[in-house]
């Protein structure tokens, strides 16, 4: 059964730092992994989709790193800036169970 | 890109009633959708697997009787969630995989739903 840890749980800090928000699965085996992000009492919504076959995937300022073989996944978020608080959620998607398994997701507040 | 709506957004009834949620997706065709529940804070939990044309599958410890899913068409999967009591109150998002788009999947914006 898969399984997803997301590190750190919460993130507080200034306008404008570049951040990286971890994320850890115990099953290699993936068809894609996404990020996404959702706001208060909202829906998800995509920001990046990786496909297992990829390292890499950028939108803005956003960067998404897959190591399928150490089971990791990386969004790195530069030059934060407030509308960027949200919970950011990873969920990688098995073939196998036909689904996608969410991490615990990491709280982030960006302060002006 | 590709939309799945999901209606209500929010929806009280009295305990006992019965309440339908609807999923769409809105431009492509998905032959299976998701149910997830949210508890304040947490992340999302998978409920059932709703596949067009046969049964949901359902997660261990989800009733089946109590969270009534039909996918009648490739465009709409519905979550009726029957005699409802307070403990049922929760955020239930569904969501849709795009085959066309690397199996992107997308989410609906959510139904609060209260139990009084």
């Known amino acids: 059964k898969q399984e997803v840890t997301q590190i750190p749980a919460a993130l507080s800090v200034p306008e404008g730092e570049n951040l990286v928000l971890n994320c850890s699965f115990t099953?290699?085996?993936?068809?894609?992994l996404q990020w996404f992000r959702q706001d208060p009492g909202k829906g998800l919504t995509s920001l990046l989709l990786?496909?297992?076959?990829?390292r890499e995937q950028t939108s803005g300022r956003l960067n998404a790193s897959l190591d399928k073989s150490s089971g990791r996944s990386t969004l790195y978020i530069a030059a934060s800036q407030p509308g960027d608080s949200a919970t950011y959620l990873c969920?990688?998607?098995?073939?196998?169970?036909?689904?996608?398994?969410f991490g615990g997701g990491t709280r982030l507040m960006v302060k002006p | 890109g590709a939309v799945v709506s999901q209606h209500p957004s929010w929806v009280i009834c009295k305990s006992g009633t019965s309440v339908k949620i609807e999923c769409r997706s809105l431009?492509?065709?998905?032959?299976?959708m998701f149910w997830y529940r949210q508890f304040p804070k947490q992340s999302l939990m998978l409920m059932a697997t709703?596949?067009?044309?046969?049964?949901?599958?359902?997660e261990q410890g989800v009733e089946k009787d109590k969270f009534l899913i039909n996918h009648a068409s490739l465009t709409l999967s519905t979550l009726t969630v029957t005699s409802a009591h307070p403990e049922d109150s929760s955020f239930y998002i569904c969501?849709?995989?795009?085959?066309?788009?690397?199996?992107?999947?997308?989410f609906g914006q959510g139904t609060r739903l209260t139990v009084v």
């Open positions: 969501s849709a995989r795009d085959h066309r788009d690397m199996g992107i999947s997308f």
């Open positions: 099953d290699s085996a993936i068809y894609n």
């Open positions: 990786i496909q297992s076959s990829q």
């Open positions: 969920a990688p998607f098995n073939n196998a169970g036909n689904m996608l398994t």
């Open positions: 431009d492509f065709q998905a032959t299976t």
């Open positions: 709703s596949n067009e044309g046969s049964k949901a599958t359902y």
